[in-house]
Nanobody
């Protein structure tokens, strides 16, 4: 099994910064893609940013303000969020795509974190 633990959400004023973290643990052979999604009330979940060993990808709405990074030794992904706006308010979810090992077999699985609330006041 794979577990994800998110941290770093909270309440911040517009223009402020927050840093989210998501640590993956368990029966992981290797971590492929890691990313952050968000879901605001009444809206669909959307990709914020993702990262592989070779590429990073950002939603247009966060380019230049958010930075995604990863620590492979710790199986952890970070999201540094600067110049936050009220429209960034949402529950942020970590997502990881891993090669999992169990009972001598390896297989790819996708996992979601529990979500962390980010609220930006105007």
């Amino acid at each position: 099994q794979v577990q994800l633990v998110e941290s770093g959400g909270g309440l911040v004023q517009a223009g402020g910064s927050l840093r989210l973290s998501c640590a993956a643990s368990g029966s992981i052979f290797s971590v492929n893609a890691m990313g952050w999604y968000r879901q605001a009330p009444g809206k669909q979940r959307e990709l914020v940013a993702d990262i592989t060993s070779a590429t990073t990808n950002y939603a247009d709405s966060v380019k230049g303000r958010f930075t995604i990074s990863r620590d492979n030794a710790k199986n952890t992904v970070y999201l540094q969020m600067n110049s936050l706006k009220p429209e960034d308010t949402a529950v942020y979810y970590c997502n990881v795509f891993v090669l999992e090992v169990a009972s001598g077999s390896r297989y790819y699985t996708n996992h979601w974190g529990q979500g962390t609330q980010v609220t930006v006041s105007s």
